[in-house]
């Protein structure tokens, strides 16, 4: 598997947590952290449209964090 393949499955992967579960322990800058990991995953697999679609939701959360 190439390294793109890799970063690829990686942000795939994340894309499976639900950040917007209410139950979930996680805190706000959290799920803003992952919200920019699955981004680089996208950029590092050469993937910018799916990348941005993460850093346009990270976008919206980073206010949240204090």
């Known amino acids: 598997m ?3 393949e890799e970063y ?3 942000a795939k992967v994340l894309e499976k947590i639900d950040l917007d579960h209410k ?3 996680l805190d706000k800058r959290e799920k803003v952290d992952i919200l920019l990991t699955i981004a680089d995953n996208w950029f590092s697999a050469d993937d910018s ?3 941005e679609k993460f850093v346009k939701k990270a ?3 980073i206010h949240k964090v204090t």
């Open 2 to 4: 190439t390294a793109r």
């Open 8 to 10: 690829e499955k990686a």
């Open 23 to 25: 139950n979930e322990k």
């Open 49 to 51: 449209i799916n990348a």
């Open 59 to 61: 976008a919206h959360e």
